[in-house]
């Protein structure tokens, strides 16, 4: 944007034609802070209208083509100069020529394919636009408005308990559970963790929820641990045949769905830590695994006949096709 | 899709525990202390032994009660056979007190009660912290220092095994 700016100059505002009824989501931000942005579902179709707004009345604005694009992209935070775009569509809204006044446009992007879940983390970022751009000779004008995307699934088929006995040997031996293996966002973790042989002088155990982002390929994979949460459930010294019950209520921390090796690019896995800290602060650990993932919520009248289909797309259950039955009823 | 179901938060099942375990002595019990130093000894050839008395139910060591005298470089002799053998971040050791040893000093240098007092304190948590380290339970550098009348520095070292 030049601040001697001589001739004609322009304003972009995107609006979706939705915007009165869907619903916005609270998503964070590359440095901490949290926004509120529209949420969409995978094969749901984005419309809206692109408003340019002549900045002096009376001139005209002369361009090469007015465009509006949906990019879904992923950043590394180290290797900024390239975007990794999954998703790129673009309509033409002007062919090149002149605004002799403010204009509006229409755009639809139908039915577009959203794969993946927005993430903003700690060395990578995946987020979904819409960019509309006046080219021009010199200088481009460009409008980006960021959405954000959930990926929802529903309740797996098989979700296995883990169950393993582990220990050190004549010391410590314990048989921990925990109730699935496959949590949602909201979910609850039981289990229990029953000690069969403690020769070593326990203070206190607690479980730890730990996210592991991993990015890069090859040798030059990253993980970066945090520690999502600690929460203590005994405080003192067992004994044997003792058993400790767990119930770790997950909507209340900020948490992801677990994501696999996304377009190749990123992971972001979650382990469950089990930690047994003794009266010397030695302490012992046992890490498992955990699947997260999100629920949709409960529908309702307002939520698209789209957003069905795409819940469709996961794990495909009897529920799903009853909810598109009732989304159809709900529609007339 | 309406799933209006409350999670079950029931606690999983589990054995019943055995009273006997319950009410019965821990199966952890060790007890180290280190106590009632003695300067044996004149002049020069002076040096200070501690009693090291340990107490526990633990399997893995052969005397349920056992009492021997040590001095410091014992235990300095304990600590480095523990960082060649084992895979254990030895904790340290009070103070060598090398100072003290220098002559021309006003006070009694390593014989003076306060600093003995000290030195026991210091001894007492870093026998304390090893014993207890399950790591450090199998060697026999351990269980030749607290069970053994003297200690044979030309022992071959080695794991312990139950």
Redesign the interface.
């Known amino acids: 944007m030049s601040f001697f700016s001589f001739g004609q100059s322009a304003e972009i505002d995107i609006v979706l034609n939705d915007a009165e009824t869907r619903k916005k989501v609270e998503h964070k931000t590359e440095d901490g802070k949290k926004d509120k942005y529209f949420l969409f579902y995978d094969g749901e179709t984005v419309s809206g209208k692109v408003n340019v707004t002549l900045k002096n009345p009376g001139k005209r604005l002369e361009h090469q083509g007015i465009k509006i694009e949906f990019i879904g992209q992923i950043e590394l935070y180290y290797d900024r100069g390239n975007h990794h775009e999954f998703v790129s569509l673009v309509k033409d809204l002007a062919r090149p020529g002149e605004l002799t006044q403010s204009q509006t446009f229409d755009f639809e992007f139908t039915h577009v394919e959203k794969p993946y879940e927005s993430y903003t983390g700690q060395n990578v970022k995946l987020r979904y636009f819409l960019r509309a751009t006046i080219s021009r000779r010199l200088n481009d004008i460009s409008k980006e408005m960021d959405i954000v995307v959930h990926t929802l699934s529903?309740y797996p088929e098989l979700n296995s308990s883990i169950k393993m006995e582990v220990g050190?040997e004549?010391?410590?031996h314990i048989e921990f559970?925990y109730?699935k293996s496959k949590y949602h966002l909201k979910?609850?973790i039981?289990?229990?963790i029953?000690f069969l042989?403690?020769?070593?002088?326990i203070k206190h155990m607690e479980i730890d929820i730990i996210k592991r982002e991993t990015t890069g390929t090859g040798p030059n994979v990253y993980h970066e641990n945090d520690t999502i949460a600690k929460y203590e459930i005994m405080d003192g010294?067992p004994?044997?045949?003792?058993?400790i019950?767990i119930?770790l209520f997950l909507a209340g921390y900020e948490m992801t769905p677990t994501m696999r090796d996304i377009n190749k690019k990123f992971s972001v896995r979650y382990y469950l830590n089990l930690v047994l800290i003794?009266?010397?602060e030695?302490r012992y650990f046992k890490q498992q695994e955990i699947t997260l993932w999100r629920?949709?919520d409960?529908?309702r009248k307002s939520m698209s006949h789209q957003a069905?289909i795409a819940?469709q797309r996961f794990e495909g259950s009897s529920?799903?096709e009853?909810?598109l039955a009732?989304a159809k009823e709900d529609s007339n | 899709?309406?799933?209006?179901t409350v999670?079950?938060?029931?606690?999983?099942n589990?054995?019943p525990?055995?009273l006997t375990?319950?009410y019965?002595p821990?199966?952890?019990f060790?007890e180290i202390d280190v106590y009632d130093p003695q300067t044996i000894g004149v002049g020069r050839n002076r040096f200070t032994t501690y009693e090291v008395r340990m107490r526990t139910n633990?399997?893995?060591f052969k005397l349920k009660e056992s009492c021997v005298r040590r001095r410091y470089s014992d235990f300095e002799w304990l600590k480095n056979e523990l960082e060649r053998d084992s895979k254990i971040v030895v904790p340290p050791l009070p103070g060598k007190a090398l100072k003290r040893q220098l002559p021309f000093r006003g006070d009694e240098g390593i014989f003076e009660e306060s600093f003995i007092e000290e030195r026991r304190v210091g001894l007492e948590q870093f026998i304390?912290?090893i014993a207890?380290?399950?790591l450090a339970?199998n060697e026999r550098c351990l269980h030749m220092f607290l069970q053994e009348e003297s200690i044979d520095r030309n022992y071959i070292p080695g794991k312990v095994r139950?």
């Open positions: 529903t050190i004549d010391c410590l559970e109730n979910d609850v039981v289990g229990k029953y042989l403690v020769r070593i002088k010294a004994v044997r045949g003792e058993s019950p119930r003794d009266e010397e030695r629920k949709g409960i529908v069905v819940s529920s799903a009853k909810a009732q | 899709m309406s799933e209006t999670a079950d938060t029931r606690r999983l589990s054995k525990q055995d375990d319950a019965g821990p199966s952890n060790l633990l399997p893995i304390n912290r207890g380290h399950p339970q139950q």
